[in-house]
């Protein structure tokens, strides 16, 4: 995270709300996770968050990408291909995967253009994909034990381990090529064993699949989940590294592809929000502030990604246990109900709020007038 200093000096720049990515930071989480995952390709998900500026970085230092909807595609494609060779456009599956396992015809007809990888997870997809998406490689989503992920997508998405090779031998007879097997163990997992559990059901599949002549699978995608550091309880990537390592080279021999989707694992710490005290009040018996950023902007993941952030004051003072509420007129419009924060801060001072680049700004609204916060990028 950017120091308080800078972000103080951005605040009073640009104004607030304001949401701030260090670019170094994005370079730092990519550089740990190859470290510590030397035989992972990773695919950012972009939904976590698709700035521009962000996929830029990440592609210099060396990711690739996993997209979900056609204008996360174009926002990825375009920028590649104006980075390439022009006679070399052969590029694709290793910079990007489709990985929502439900298309739409319409995008399944533009994707068929690209050759593109895509995800499926059931017959009624192989049937979308043979008529509109024929030259695509296919990779089938399992689906796998998600306890103890903050995000759980287990109940939506993924083929169970006991269909899985009819669904492969299924795309094969349609003329489709199944290149591998991928899983999503729920996103913030922190309980590891979701990916030791996963490696070795794909393993399995695999085996089946081979046992009943499909030979052609050569990659394997072990999705997302990487924990960000939100809090000291998240143990260190390193231990959850070292327990994919093992699993990944005692079962997969090592000319199998290996694949990743980090979206929070590469974001999360690298945003930063400011805020500002528009308003203050006591409401039975309790300091209330009011902060001109709140659930339908940046503090969006606190509904839709069952997330925490914990705003705190750059100024220094006794605390008392305050609400925290954002500016719209909705009253689910609440930051914290339960913020340690100095009591004597006053309309115009400032709270910054930190590792809320995932899946926050990324679902910013303009709900009841007021506008997403400024982005702004340092370090870039
Ligand atoms: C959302 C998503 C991801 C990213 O998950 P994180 O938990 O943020 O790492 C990866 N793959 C797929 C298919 C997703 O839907």
């Known amino acids: 995270m950017a120091s308080l200093k800078v972000l103080e000096q951005l605040a009073r720049k640009h104004g607030t709300p304001l949401f701030v990515v260090d670019h170094d930071e994005l370079r730092k989480n990519y550089a740990t996770f190859k470290k510590y995952l030397p035989r992972v390709q990773a695919y950012f998900a972009v939904k976590a968050n698709p700035d521009p500026a962000i996929v830029k970085t990440l592609y210099k230092a060396g990711a690739s990408f996993d997209v979900a909807s056609m204008p996360e595609f174009r926002i990825v494609y375009e920028f590649i291909k104006s980075m390439r060779p022009k006679e070399r456009q052969d590029w694709i599956w290793d910079k990007i995967i489709y990985a929502n396992p439900i298309k739409a015809n319409e995008t399944l007809k533009e994707l068929d253009q690209y050759k593109a990888l895509v995800t499926y997870d059931n017959s009624e997809e192989i049937k979308k994909i043979k008529q509109y998406a024929p030259h695509s490689g296919l990779c089938l989503r399992l689906r796998v034990s998600n306890t ?220 009841n007038g007021f506008p997403p916060a400024k982005v702004v990028h340092i370090n870039q």
Request: hydrophobic share 40%; with cysteine.
């Open 148 to 367: 103890g992920a903050m995000v759980e997508l287990s109940s939506k998405f993924g083929a169970k381990a006991g269909e899985a090779v009819d669904l492969i031998l299924e795309a094969d007879k349609a003329g489709l090529v199944v290149e591998g097997l991928s899983f999503h163990v729920g996103s913030q997992t922190t309980n590891f064993d979701n990916f030791v559990q996963a490696i070795n059901v794909a393993a399995e599949v695999y085996k089946e699949a081979k046992d009943r002549g499909y030979t052609k699978m050569n990659l394997l995608d072990i999705g997302g989940g990487f924990p960000a550091p939100y809090d000291p309880t998240v143990k260190p990537f390193r231990e959850l590294a070292k327990k994919i390592n093992t699993e990944l080279d005692r079962l997969f021999p090592k000319n199998i592809q290996i694949l990743a989707e980090p979206g929070r694992f590469m974001v999360a710490t690298a945003g930063t929000a400011v805020s500002k005290i528009i308003g203050k009040a006591v409401r039975d018996g309790k300091l209330c502030y009011y902060i001109d950023d709140g659930v339908y902007h940046t503090f969006s993941g606190i509904i839709f990604d069952h997330c925490h952030y914990h705003p705190k004051a750059f100024k220094k003072g006794p605390t008392e246990i305050c609400t925290v509420f954002g500016p719209t007129c909705d009253a689910l419009d609440v930051v914290s109900l339960a913020e340690s924060l100095p009591s004597k801060l006053q309309r115009g001072d400032l709270l910054y709020s930190e590792n809320i680049g995932a899946y926050g700004n990324a679902s910013s609204t303009w709900f």
